[in-house]
């Protein structure tokens, strides 16, 4: 069963950091597109990160600059590593594999307070 375990979140100062880490469970992440998510109170969830099964990044352009995706394939894990923080990446984040229809995790609160 495919399962994913977002942590790290919390409560930060905007100009702060924080990693996020997605452990991940009935599949190999070294195989696989996975994607970080995020969904702010009243707006669509939106993709903002995301590392190939071959290692390639790409990021959304709110967050390019600031965050980086990387994964751990001997812990099954993959992270967001979070800079600069700023009050609008406020949001609850996901994370799942790109283009398959898994269930959501619970998700990790990010709040970034100005």
């Known amino acids: 069963q495919v399962q994913f375990v977002e942590s790290g979140g919390g409560l930060v100062q905007a100009g702060g950091s924080l990693r996020l880490s997605c452990a991940a469970s009935?599949?190999?992440?070294?195989?696989?597109?996975i994607g970080w998510y995020r969904q702010a109170p009243g707006k669509q969830r939106e993709l903002v990160a995301a590392v190939s099964s071959g290692g390639s990044t790409n990021y959304a352009d709110s967050v390019k600059g600031r965050f980086t995706i990387s994964r751990d394939n001997a812990k099954n894990t993959v992270y967001l590593q979070m800079n600069s923080l700023k009050p609008e990446d406020t949001a609850v984040y996901y994370c799942?594999?790109?283009?398959?229809?898994?269930?959501w995790g619970q998700g990790t609160q990010v709040t970034v307070s100005s």
């Open positions: 009935g599949f190999t992440v070294s195989m696989y597109a």
């Open positions: 799942k594999r790109r283009l398959y229809s898994d269930r």
